[in-house]
C-alpha cells in the first residue's frame, strides 16, 4: 500500500519544505501524472475528495429534537392520564396536537437542510488532471494525491497541491488566508516552519486562479487537505441557543410547574367541596390541560416556518428556524466590503489621457454608460487620445465579458472585465477589434515586474506595437513620453510631475489607478522581451477604478441606524479604499479606519468602544474579525457576523448570527452559518432584520393571546369552585376551547402583517422575557373580566338546566377568544388604526371559528361529543355582548397609552 495513500506522512518533512523529485517519489508519481489504473486504486484507498458535511442531522435526532419540550412532556402526561381514567376522546385529542407539532417542526428543519444541500457544491465542481500522461477533464471529487493538476485562469484549485511548473501563476488565497492580493507561485523550495500564507511553491483547495497557468502535483485532497483542516475544526464546535429558544424554554417551564400545582389544588379543593375522585381527576387534567397553551408550540413552529420562507423569497435561507427571532435583536452587524456592500464589479470611473479627465457614469459589468469631460458635457464621439488608451485595454487583456440570462459577468480578471467594459462603453467592439489586431507575443503580469505587456501588429500595418498596462509608479519610470493631442510629447519633468499629480488624485478618491502604454517597433517582430519594455514608453494615460457600492446599500445602512443596529465594515482592502465607501454609504462616523496594529494593541473593552465610534476596520484579518466580534459580544452586543472564507468559520460560528454568502462563499464558511445570502447583499441582512422583529411580535401577540386565554379558563373554574357553583366548562369543552378556538386564529395571528415601521423601534433586549412587565399588567385587565362575564352568564343561566348554563358559560368563553384575537393584533395600537381588513387570514380564521361554535351548540352532533344545548339568538345576542366588553376596555387603554405617549 502506498504510505501517501492514507494521506500521512511517516517522514514529517513537510511538502512545501522538500525537493520536488523528493515530492514525485514519496507520492509515486510523476510531472506526468497518474495512470487510470493507479487513480482507480487510490480513490478506493483515500475515499472522495470532498469535505464531510456538518454533523448530518439524521430524522430520528430531528425528531427527539421537537418532542424535547416542557410543555410537550406535559401534553403527553395529560394525554396518558386522560387514557387512564377512561377519556379516550381528550387523550387522542391531546396526542394529535403532540403529534402535529412534531411533524410540523420536523418537516421544516427538513426541509431548511434540504435548502443548504441544494446551496452546497463542491468547490471545484471539475477538475482537469493528467492521466496516462494526456489532460483530461474529472469529477473534482475523483481527484486523489498524486495527480498532476492542470491550472489555468479562471480555475478552482481541486486540492492541496505542490506546485510543479507554469507561466506567472497568480492565486487568490484570500478566502484560506485572508491575504487579499493574488499570490504569485514559485516551484522553489520552502523554509519548513513558513506559515500557509508564505508557502508560495503550494496551492490550496478552494482558492482560485486568478492569472496565469501552471501544473501542481496533488498531495492532500479532501478533510486532509487545510480547508479540510478547518472544516473539521468547525464541526466539532456547539451552537448557543438563540434569545428565543432560552426564552421559550423558560416558559415552558413555568407554564409546566403551574399546570402541576394548580391541578394539584384544584384536586384538593375539589375533595373538600365533596367531589367524587374521579370526576376532580378529570378536572385536575383539564386544569392541567388549560395552564397549557397547547397550541403554541405549532403555532410557533408555523409561525417560524412562514417566516423562512419570507426570508427565502428575500434571498435569506435560514438554517436553523429560531435564528430568524435573533435578528430582530440584533445591534451590531458586521459586514465584509467586497460583494456585500459593493458589487464586487470592479468599475472604471475616471480616465486621464494626457491631456484631460473623462468620465463615465454606469456602474458593474453591464456594458451601458455615457462618457462626459470634466465639466460634464457628455461625448458625442470619444476622442482619440481616450479611444487609444481604451484599445490599450482591449487588446492588453485576458478577460472575457460575456452575458447570461441579462446579467453580465467577467471570465478572468475584475480589473481587466473593467477597462472592457469602459471600451464597450466608448462604442469599441471587442471581438472585432482582437480579431483585426491578433497577439503575436505575450509577457504575463507577475507580481515582480506589476505590468502585463502584448505585442501585436500597429493599426496601418507598418511594423508591430507593444502594449502594456500596470502599476503607475513602475510605468512611469519606463516612460519617455506622452500622448497628448494625437502625438507622442516629451515627457518632460513638468508633465511627469503632472502625471504623478493626477495618479495620486486618483488614488485619493480611492480610485484603484492602472496606467496604459505603448511603444512601436519598425519591423515585423514575434518575440517579446523585458527589456523591450522597460524603456521608450508612450504613456497613453490612467484608469481610475472602482467597485461601487450597490445601489441599496446605502439606504440599508441608513435603515439599520434608524433601527438602532450599528453597521461596522470589516474588509482586507486598503484603509482609503474602505473609508471611501464607508462614507458613501453612511457607515464612517469619525473619519478613521482601524487597521490591524489598533485590534492587537487593543484590550476588547477599548476594541469594542472602537468599533462602535469607527465603524471601518480595514487590511484585517479573519483572526482580527473574531477578536472584533468577541470583544463586542462582551460588551453585551448581538453581533450578525458576515462571512464567506475558511477562516470566516470560527467567527460565523461565534456570532449571535452568523451570516454566508451563498454565491461566494465556500462550503466551511456556509455550514458554520445560521443563515446564507442567496444575493450577498447587505440589504438583504437588514430585510432580515426587519423580518425577524415582526415574527417576533407576531409570537408574542400569539403568546398573549394563548395564557389569556389560559387565565381566563383557570380564573373562571377557580372561582366558580371557589363560589360553590357547579363546574362551568366540562374537561371537552376546555379542550375545544384551547384547540379548536385558538387554533383557528393563532395562526393567522402568527402572520400579522408588519405595523407601521418595525425598524423604527430599537432593538430588543435579548434578556428580556417574552412575557415581559408590559404583557403581565394587560393581561390582569383582561382576563378578570373573561372570567367574570363567563361565571355571570353562567350564574344567570343555571335556573334553565346545568346543560344550558354550560352551553352558555361555554360560548361564552369562546366569544371572549373572537374578540381577544382581534386585542392580539398589536400591543399599542387600535385594530381601527392598524386596519380591520389588513390581517384578512385572521378575520377567515375568527368566523371559522364561530361557525364551529355554532356546530357544537346547535346541532346533534355537538350536544352528543360536547353534551351542549341549543341556543336562542337572544342567548348569542347576551354572549355578544358581554364577550365584545374585553374589546372595548382594550381599545380604551390603548387610546389612554397613546394619549400619554403624544403627551410626552
Not at 394525554?79 to 387512564?84: D, E, G, I, N
Not at 469529477?139 to 492542470?150: F, K
Not at 387534567?285 to 413552529?301: M, N, T, W, Y
Request: charged content about 25%; glycine content about 8%.
Amino acid at each position: 500500500m502506498h504510505k501517501t495513500t492514507k494521506q500521512e506522512d511517516t517522514d514529517n518533512t513537510p511538502w512545501h519544505a522538500m525537493e520536488l523529485d523528493e515530492v514525485g517519489s514519496r507520492l509515486e508519481s510523476s510531472d506526468q501524472g497518474l495512470s487510470r489504473d493507479q487513480a482507480e486504486h487510490r480513490l478506493k484507498e483515500t475515499g472522495l475528495n470532498q469535505l464531510q458535511a456538518e454533523e448530518s442531522v439524521r430524522p430520528l435526532v430531528l425528531l427527539a429534537r421537537q418532542v424535547h419540550n416542557p410543555l410537550i412532556y406535559l401534553l403527553i402526561g395529560a394525554a396518558v392520564l386522560s387514557l387512564l381514567v377512561g377519556h379516550r376522546i381528550d387523550s387522542a385529542v391531546i396526542a394529535g396536537v403532540v403529534l402535529l407539532n412534531t411533524l410540523l417542526g420536523f418537516l421544516q428543519e427538513w426541509r431548511a437542510e434540504g435548502a443548504l444541500q441544494a446551496l452546497q457544491e463542491m468547490a471545484a465542481p471539475h477538475a482537469r488532471v493528467l492521466r496516462d500522461g494526456e489532460t483530461r477533464k474529472i469529477e473534482a471529487h475523483d481527484v486523489v494525491p498524486g495527480d498532476v493538476l492542470v491550472l489555468e485562469t479562471g480555475d478552482r484549485v481541486a486540492a492541496d497541491a505542490r506546485f510543479l511548473a507554469g507561466e506567472d501563476l497568480q492565486v487568490d488565497e484570500s478566502a484560506l488566508t485572508g491575504e487579499s492580493d493574488p499570490v504569485s507561485k514559485t516551484s522553489e523550495q520552502i523554509e519548513d516552519q513558513a506559515p500557509v500564507a508564505d508557502r508560495k511553491n503550494m496551492v490550496w483547495m478552494s482558492t482560485n486562479v486568478t492569472g496565469g497557468r501552471g501544473r501542481a502535483i496533488v498531495v492532500a485532497t479532501g478533510m486532509h487537505t487545510q480547508i479540510g483542516q478547518i472544516a473539521g475544526k468547525v464541526r466539532s464546535t456547539g451552537r448557543e441557543q438563540t434569545p428565543l429558544q432560552k426564552r421559550l424554554h423558560k416558559l415552558g417551564l413555568a407554564l409546566g410547574i403551574l399546570g402541576i400545582v394548580l391541578a394539584a389544588i384544584v384536586f384538593g379543593l375539589g375533595l373538600l367541596r365533596g367531589y367524587p375522585v374521579v370526576k376532580m381527576l378529570l378536572f385536575a387534567v383539564a386544569f392541567a390541560v388549560s395552564a397549557i397553551p397547547e397550541g403554541l408550540p405549532a403555532v410557533i413552529s408555523v409561525t417560524l416556518a412562514l417566516g423562512v420562507r419570507r426570508m427565502a423569497d428575500r434571498h435569506a435561507i435560514i438554517r436553523r428556524l429560531p435564528a430568524v427571532e435573533t435578528l430582530g435583536s440584533t445591534t451590531v452587524i458586521c459586514s465584509d466590503k467586497t460583494g456585500t456592500i459593493t458589487k464586487n464589479q470592479m468599475t472604471v470611473r475616471k480616465i486621464w489621457t494626457g491631456v484631460r479627465t473623462f468620465e463615465v457614469s454606469g456602474e458593474g459589468y453591464r456594458p451601458e454608460g455615457e462618457w462626459a469631460d470634466e465639466d460634464g458635457r457628455k461625448l458625442s464621439e470619444p476622442p482619440e487620445n481616450l479611444k487609444q488608451l481604451l484599445r490599450i485595454g482591449v487588446l492588453n487583456n485576458n478577460a472575457e465579458l460575456r452575458e447570461h440570462e441579462g446579467q453580465w459577468r467577467v471570465e478572468g480578471n475584475p480589473s481587466e472585465g473593467a477597462l472592457l467594459v469602459a471600451a464597450m462603453k466608448a462604442g469599441l467592439i471587442v471581438n472585432d477589434l482582437r480579431r483585426e489586431r491578433e497577439r503575436i507575443s505575450e509577457i504575463p503580469f507577475s507580481s515582480d515586474r506589476k505590468y502585463m505587456a502584448t505585442l501585436g501588429h500597429r493599426e496601418d500595418g507598418e511594423g508591430t506595437v507593444a502594449l502594456v498596462k500596470g502599476a503607475p509608479d513602475r510605468l512611469i519610470e519606463y516612460c519617455t513620453h506622452v500622448f497628448m493631442d494625437g502625438e507622442p510629447v516629451e515627457l518632460d519633468d513638468s508633465r511627469r510631475k503632472e502625471v504623478v499629480g493626477m495618479n495620486e488624485a486618483f488614488a485619493n478618491d480611492a480610485l484603484r489607478v492602472m496606467a496604459g502604454a505603448y511603444r512601436e517597433f519598425p519591423g515585423d517582430m514575434q518575440d517579446l522581451e523585458a527589456r523591450d519594455v522597460e524603456e521608450k514608453l508612450v504613456l497613453a494615460g490612467l484608469w481610475g477604478m472602482i467597485d461601487p457600492p450597490r445601489e441599496e446599500s446605502k439606504q440599508a445602512v441608513a435603515d439599520a441606524k434608524q433601527a438602532g443596529i450599528r453597521p461596522i465594515m470589516i474588509t482586507g482592502d486598503h484603509a482609503t479604499t474602505a473609508l471611501a465607501i464607508a462614507r458613501q454609504v453612511g457607515i464612517a462616523e469619525n473619519g478613521k479606519a482601524l487597521g490591524p496594529k489598533e485590534v492587537d494593541e487593543m484590550d476588547q473593552p477599548a476594541l469594542a468602544e472602537a468599533a462602535m465610534d469607527s465603524g471601518v476596520f480595514a487590511r484585517v484579518s479573519p483572526a482580527h474579525k473574531l477578536k472584533i466580534m468577541q470583544a463586542l459580544k462582551a460588551q453585551g452586543q448581538i453581533v450578525a457576523m458576515t462571512g464567506d472564507g475558511v477562516n470566516d468559520a470560527p467567527a460565523l460560528k461565534g456570532a449571535d448570527i452568523g451570516i454566508a454568502m451563498g454565491q461566494t462563499g465556500t462550503e466551511v464558511a456556509k455550514q458554520a452559518a445560521d443563515m446564507i445570502l442567496t444575493d450577498d447583499n447587505f440589504a438583504t441582512i437588514v430585510d432580515a432584520v426587519e423580518e425577524g422583529r415582526v415574527i417576533y411580535n407576531n409570537l408574542r401577540g400569539v403568546v398573549f393571546f394563548l395564557l389569556c386565554a389560559n387565565a381566563g379558563e383557570i380564573m373562571t373554574l377557580a372561582g366558580a369552585l371557589m363560589l360553590g357553583l357547579e363546574l362551568p366548562l366540562t374537561a371537552t369543552m376546555i379542550l375545544w376551547v384551547n384547540l379548536v378556538t385558538a387554533g383557528a386564529c393563532t395562526i393567522p395571528l402568527g402572520v400579522e402583517p408588519r405595523h407601521l415601521d418595525v425598524l423604527r423601534e430599537s432593538p430588543r433586549n435579548p434578556r428580556e422575557p417574552i412575557v415581559n412587565r408590559a404583557m403581565l399588567l394587560r393581561m390582569a385587565t383582561l382576563t378578570p373580566l373573561m372570567a367574570i362575564g363567563t361565571l355571570l352568564l353562567f350564574w344567570y343561566k343555571s335556573g334553565e338546566g346545568l346543560a344550558v348554563a354550560q352551553t352558555v358559560a361555554f360560548s361564552t368563553m369562546v366569544a371572549f377568544e373572537w374578540f381577544q384575537a382581534l386585542n392580539a393584533r398589536s400591543q399599542r395600537l387600535s385594530v381601527l388604526s392598524i386596519g380591520l381588513f389588513s390581517n384578512r387570514w385572521l378575520l377567515l380564521g375568527v368566523g371559522v371559528a364561530v361557525l364551529l361554535q355554532l356546530t357544537a351548540t346547535q346541532t346533534p352532533v355537538g350536544h352528543l361529543l360536547l353534551h351542549t344545548a341549543g341556543l336562542s339568538w337572544t342567548d348569542w345576542l347576551l354572549i355578544v355582548l358581554v364577550s365584545s366588553s374585553i374589546w372595548v376596555v382594550d381599545e380604551l387603554r390603548k387610546w389612554i397609552q397613546a394619549r400619554r405617549g403624544s403627551a410626552d
